[in-house]
């Protein structure tokens, strides 16, 4: 039980490392593949939302800052217009993995619609990685990205957005 305690708490700090080790010890045998998972997403899950609520309706004082202020708007209404979208993806972007909930919070996005959407991209995270683990360096082949740049196109990906 402890272990999927450390894998929560990991997951909330650190994020695919650690739960990407623990998910290869899943496949191995060592840990049951369905409380791994879980411990992960509901982990993930915490982390992101840590930096909603602790920031939501607290960030005014940013408005301080006249540069700042000057797009309070522009962030409310880019939020507005793609939140169901960015939330979603917001677990695969590692590089802006906090930068979102803080967006959110910042434009003031309802909190049930948050803390759903995160939840599910929490899931389909856990989800994901572990059925790579699982698939091991057959992954990439089974998408036709077998070539030598083909772990290169996930990387891409995330820059251009």
Partial sequence: MAIYLTIFV????EGEIYYSAMCARAMNGDLAWFPVMVAGALGGAAGDQFWFYALRGRTH???????????????STRVHSHETGMVLLSRFLPGLRTAIPIACAYAGMRRLKFS????????????????????????????????????????????LF
Avoid at 126 to 145: D, H, N
């Fill in 61 to 75: 004082w940013l408005d301080r800052y006249p540069r700042l202020a000057a797009f309070r708007e522009t962030v």
């Fill in 10 to 13: 990991m997951a909330i700090v």
């Fill in 116 to 159: 759903a959407l995160n939840l599910v991209s929490a899931f389909a995270w856990a989800g994901t990685i572990m059925l790579l683990v699982r698939g091991g360096s057959r992954t990439l082949s089974a998408f036709g990205l077998n070539a030598w740049w083909g772990p290169f196109i996930p990387a891409l990906v995330v820059i």
